[in-house]
T-cell receptor
Framework: QKEVEQNSGPLSVPEGAIASLNCTYS??????FFWYRQYSGKSPELIMF????GDKEDGRFTAQLNKASQYVSLLIRDSQPSDSATYLC????????????FGPGTSLSVIP | GAVVSQHPSWVICKSGTSVKIECRSL??????MFWYRQFPKQSLMLMAT?????????EQGVEKDKFLINHASLTLSTLTVTSAHPEDSSFYIC????????????FGPGTRLTVL
């Protein structure tokens, strides 16, 4: 069973701080990793994807990937109350076909 | 951008009836579409994967005769919940994979199904 694990939270950070979200995955062969943001009652929206080891930055967001440790993280700098949402880590896995499976999500609350 | 629409956005039906949900990729061709279900406070659970012109691949535990999926074109997939029951009440979300090297998935806005 290929799994994606996240701390469910809630994670609370003050406005302006750095929020750090973590994710581990079980399929060592995974190559593609995604972070989605989901507001309550809405569908997920893609924030970032990462394929290579190291960091990938996009505005206030930085995704970090360490394939040896099977670990991917998302850093949110200068957190804003509007960042309060559930963040879903997703991993593309291969069975007889490729598919994306999601972690349980981490709830983030940014306190003004 | 990559826009995926779903229709209807919400539906309430009586137990025993069937409900069809449409998923469309509006500005790109989707080689693969996915159907997810999400219960309150839980993550997305993949129900099935459908490729245009072929039968859908269902995840373990998902009844293919109950959740009928048709992927008639590169821009349209439908999910029909047959003989719906209250336990089928959930948030159904489709996503479409954009053709290309990144294989990103873009999600529709979801359909909230309530079965009375």
């Amino acid at each position: 069973q290929k799994e994606v694990e996240q701390n469910s939270g809630p994670l609370s950070v003050p406005e302006g701080a750095i929020a750090s979200l973590n994710c581990t995955y079980s399929d060592r062969g995974s190559q593609s990793f995604f972070w989605y943001r989901q507001y309550s009652g809405k569908s997920p929206e893609l924030i970032m994807f990462i394929y290579s080891n190291g960091d990938k930055e996009d505005g206030r967001f930085t995704a970090q990937l360490n394939k040896a440790s099977q670990y991917v993280s998302l850093l949110i700098r200068d957190s804003q109350p509007s960042d309060s949402a559930t963040y879903l880590c997703a991993v593309k896995v291969f069975t007889s076909y490729d598919k994306v499976i999601f972690g349980p999500g981490t709830s983030l609350s940014v306190i003004p | 951008g990559a826009v995926v629409s779903q229709h209807p956005s919400w539906v309430i039906c009586k137990s025993g009836t069937s409900v069809k949900i449409e998923c469309r990729s509006l500005d790109f061709q989707a080689t693969t579409m996915f159907w997810y279900r999400q219960f309150p406070k839980q993550s997305l659970m993949l129900m099935a994967t459908s490729n245009e012109g072929s039968k859908a691949t269902y995840e373990q535990g998902v009844e293919k005769d109950k959740f009928l999926i048709n992927h008639a074109s590169l821009t349209l997939s439908t999910l029909t919940v047959t003989s719906a029951h209250p336990e089928d009440s959930s948030f159904y979300i489709c996503s479409a994979r954009k053709r290309g090297p990144t294989n990103e998935q873009f999600f529709g806005p979801g359909t909230r199904l309530t079965v009375l």
